[in-house]
């Protein structure tokens, strides 16, 4: 029973907040305390800034948003997702409380009752609809920024700011953002530029999280309470059990004595079955295993398979199928089979899937639906699943603290490591969530209870003036107030709080650098002169070295394009490194040459130049039968041990000092005018040379450093307003703006052209490049300008001859024309084209079968993956969508792209996710 004083309380609320009132009763249960904060602050007519863990519930306030503009009538409210699988589940979930009439959509893909008071959309769909002032804006009291923390986006982050930005003042802004550390940070930038905004922060997880290490075949806890976990206390007996498998390790490796060769890897983790298996015994299951590699996902499902693993009944075994052939129905059967359908499938019924950016989204989308349900048990995924997607599990499972971000292999950041686990734990099925970090030697428990106890989740603004932005701002507010909106973006405003620290550094760098100097000062002579001729050496030894692997790489190239059917080869190096027989020869307009190959250890693949460090030499010819199937196991064996019987050795002896190819070629001449100069120095002399060296080069570092400092400091001060007057003086070069700063018709149609590589395709547009192209020869030409390799390759791909040749090569000079441009303005926005996409996507339009599609991907160790294909296609049609409107665009080009996207949009690719 609740005391009077409470009752009067209640009616109070009530009567001061009569609209949050009636939502209540629609939602049918009592909202949180910071739901109810924030939906009160809406209700007062102020934003709000939410900050909140997954699952935590904030979409509520959003929701309350929507009910606040129908429940006024004639206003509206716009709800945006950073992704369109976001955009159709929230279509969803409204059109089933308000109704089809009262609710539209608006993606890339789908346009459906645009004009109803609430639309949910991309966040891309509203920031082009405030460029070109449509008429849908009229009426809009509210918009809705789900996920607003994807601003840090590197690619597409700044969409979020031009909106915020670009939003009528009338408009009140709901920001939903998952936890972050700099919130006040952002809070005050949002009052800056949207006036009073109300910040709404809760750390509570609604399910609460427990942290644990697998350490062999024991599980732990991470913190032996909530008090521990605090104080970064890790559980000691946990502490105990891991210095005592390391004891272990090392007496094993005394006990074989120092010339033990052994297995390469001391410590081997628990088999990923195992993991699973045991967290099905614990009652952990479902559970999401983070492996941060695509190979690594597909591997770990197959190796749950080999080891017999079932986590299905029959019934859900049926209701898998049904939803997986359901997902796959306008896909044609061929192309199953090239997508290894079948095996997936085996792998889904039995509660075991992979997921990750190669998969057909078809696959991931069936992956997704039947882990929701409870279906499947086990998902193996790269990071990307934590982005956005609605998979909670009961376990999150890390293999590594390590993940390769683009670069390089970096450890796991604590914002990185509470969002992957912040999966774990389903709100009104979970008591609780777990996090489980597998042990190894290199994992600290220590470490690992650093980065649970951390909530550091800074927002870094990605904002950057672009050419297509450019054109819009000058074209709605005129040039100098497109000045003023940029200074006030976030960017700007972290950049002007951030110069004061940098200038500091900069001075603590000059003051150690002059110590440094006075250390490395030699009575002989002018060492920084000696040191500096050192330095050169050394530089022209690192170009040298790099120009001799380019040649090493040309040598491989083109003894692989000489193998035949039958040579056997000695593959030197990686996984597959041992004795070959070709049983394909590469056939040529691929890009580089990549032979099908049957390997002594019966793995048939795909080898590159990559594999071999120099010429490929032929070692034996064998006869490989005419029709030799590589898929059938007895063949691949029968042929396996032809190849053990020439009785070549697979690791090849007394070869390896071959890499310099041809030997010593005597020393360059430029190190040998150097090196004499170098003993010629006074200072070359000094007994303390060696000791003087050591300081010059802590300075020689520690200028380097400063001097990027410096530049930093240069460009963050007003830098976005520089960028923009030098995007400008680029575009007023082209064309694009008139003398006196006005947009010229080309600018006004640069506005239209939403890509990355704006200006290029304008430019492309402009003379002439794409017209006269076929339709399959015009998708495949405009595919480079989209596409970009996921490793970066030294030989460009080549492309099919003819007129895809002139036209790739036209778009390449262009860009030349357009990089030196920007180079003369102190800018690099547009990325080189790469026509490593060509080829594929000219086969697809021609309605070539995807086998044939797939196999023609460069830079690839296999096929291309399936999902990689369909996520560039799909941005091919997006492109060709917005050329066949393009006032530019020639009758002949805009009728070449109608017809390209009809040819395009079959098979996988006309595949839709439900509506």
Not at 182 to 189: G, I
């Amino acid at each position: 029973m609740t005391s009077p004083a409470e009752r009067y309380a209640q009616s109070k609320r009530r009567a001061a907040f009569p609209a949050l009132e009636d939502f209540m009763v629609d939602v049918g249960f009592d909202l949180d305390d910071f739901q109810r904060s924030a939906c009160e602050s809406l209700e007062r007519g102020s934003g709000v800034l939410v900050c909140a863990p997954t699952g935590a519930g904030k979409t509520v306030v959003g929701e309350f948003a929507v009910h606040l503009a129908l429940r006024a009538g004639e206003r509206k409210c716009f709800y945006t997702t950073p992704i369109k699988a976001l955009s159709n589940q929230k279509y969803h979930d409204l059109v089933e409380r308000y109704g089809p009439d009262k609710v539209g959509l608006l993606t890339g893909d789908n346009a459906i009752n645009g004009d109803a008071p609430v639309v949910v959309m991309t966040t891309e769909v509203l920031r082009n609809m405030l460029y070109s002032g449509s008429a849908a804006l009229k009426g809009l009291a509210y918009v809705v920024m789900d996920e607003v923390h994807y601003l840090a986006d590197r690619f597409r982050g700044a969409v979020w700011e031009e909106v915020i930005i670009h939003l009528p003042a009338s408009v009140t802004l709901v920001s939903l953002s998952a936890t972050v550390s700099n919130y006040e940070e952002f809070a005050d930038w949002l009052v800056t530029v949207r006036g009073e905004t109300e910040v709404v922060v809760s750390e509570h997880r609604p399910v609460p999280l427990w942290q644990h290490m697998l350490v062999g075949r024991r599980m732990f806890d991470l913190f032996h309470d909530a008090d521990a976990a605090r104080k970064h206390d890790v559980h000691p007996e946990l502490l105990r059990y891991t210095r005592e498998m390391e004891r272990r390790l090392e007496l094993t490796d005394r006990s074989h004595g120092p010339g033990y060769r052994g297995r390469s890897r001391r410590w081997q983790p628990p088999p990923r079955p195992e993991v699973v298996d045991r967290l099905e015994r614990s009652g952990l299951l479902p559970a999401i295993l983070f492996i941060f590699s695509r190979a690594g996902c597909d591997a770990a499902v197959q190796q749950c398979l080999s080891a017999g693993l079932r986590l299905t009944d029959s019934d859900e075994r049926a209701e898998i199928r049904r939803i997986a052939d359901a997902k796959v129905a306008g896909i044609p059967r061929e192309d199953l089979s090239v997508l290894g359908y079948w095996e997936w499938l085996d792998g889904l019924e039995r509660g075991i899937a992979a997921h990750h950016a190669g998969m057909l989204p078809a696959f991931k989308e069936a992956v997704e639906e039947c882990f929701v349900q409870g279906l499947v048990k086990a998902v193996f995924a790269t990071e990307t699943l934590a982005l956005g997607i609605n998979m909670p599990a009961r376990c999150v499972v890390l293999e590594r603290l390590v993940k390769f971000n683009g670069e390089t292999h970096a450890d796991l950041t604590p914002g990185e490591y509470t969002q992957l686990t912040g999966r774990a734990g389903r709100r009104g099925i979970d008591v609780e969530g777990h996090a489980v970090v597998l042990w190894s030697p290199e994992v600290d428990p220590r470490h690992v209870a650093g980065l649970a106890s951390t909530r550091t989740y800074p927002l870094r603004s990605s904002f950057r003036p672009s050419y297509n932005m450019a054109v819009n701002l000058v074209g709605t507010v005129g040039a100098d107030k497109a000045r003023d909106l940029l200074e006030s973006s976030f960017a700007q405003f972290q950049a002007d709080r951030s110069v004061v620290g940098l200038a500091r550094q900069v001075q603590r760098n000059v003051d150690t650098m002059e110590a440094y100097g006075n250390d490395a000062a030699c009575h002989h002579g002018d060492f920084d002169e000696y040191f500096g001729i050192r330095v050169a050496i050394a530089d022209r030894e690192r170009a040298l070295a790099r120009q001799g692997a380019n040649q090493r790489r040309a040598a491989a190239v083109s003894s692989l394009e000489r193998l035949r059917v039958g040579d056997v080869i000695r593959v030197p190096q990686g996984r597959r490194a041992g004795l070959a027989v070709v049983l394909e020869a590469p056939t040529g307009g691929f890009g580089e040459p990549r032979p099908l190959v049957l390997t002594q250890d019966r793995w048939a693949g795909r080898v590159s130049p990559a594999d071999f460090p120099g010429e490929v030499e032929v070692l034996e010819r064998l006869r490989v039968p005419k029709h030799f199937n590589h898929r059938n196991p007895s063949a691949r064996r029968d042929l396996a041990a032809q190849i053990s019987a020439t009785g070549l050795d697979r690791h090849g002896g007394g070869r390896r000092g071959r890499r310099g190819g041809g030997g010593n070629t005597g020393e360059d001449a430029e190190i040998a005018l150097l090196k004499v100069r170098l003993r010629q120095h006074p200072c070359h002399a000094c007994p303390d040379r060696e000791e003087h060296a050591r300081w010059a080069e802590r300075r020689h570092r520690l200028l380097r450093d400063t001097e990027a400092l410096r530049d930093k400091v240069a460009g963050r001060t007003g830098s976005l307003a520089r960028t923009f007057d030098q995007v400008c003086a680029v575009l007023g070069d082209r064309g694009y703006l008139s003398p006196d700063g006005e947009v010229t018709e080309a600018g006004r149609m640069l506005g239209r052209i939403w890509s990355e590589a704006d200006l290029l395709v304008a430019e492309c547009l402009r003379q002439g490049v794409w017209d006269g192209l076929e339709p399959d020869e015009l998708a495949a030409a405009v595919s480079m300008v989209l596409y970009e390799s996921r490793r970066e390759g030294d030989d460009r791909a080549s492309v099919p001859k003819g007129p895809i040749t002139a036209a790739v090569d036209a778009c390449t000079k262009l860009w030349g024309e357009i990089a030196a441009d920007e180079s003369d303005h102190g800018l690099a926005l547009t990325r080189e084209p790469d026509p490593g996409f060509v080829w594929p996507m000219f086969r697809w339009a021609r309605g070539e079968p995807l086998a044939r599609v797939l196999a023609s991907g460069h830079n690839y160790d296999a096929d291309m993956p399936a999902g990689d294909f369909v996520r560039w296609a799909r941005q091919v049609l997006d492109l060709l969508g917005q050329i066949k409107e393009a006032p530019a665009s020639s009758t002949g080009v805009r009728d070449a792209a109608r017809k390209a996207i009809a040819a395009v949009n079959r098979g996988v690719l006309a595949y839709q996710g439900e509506l």
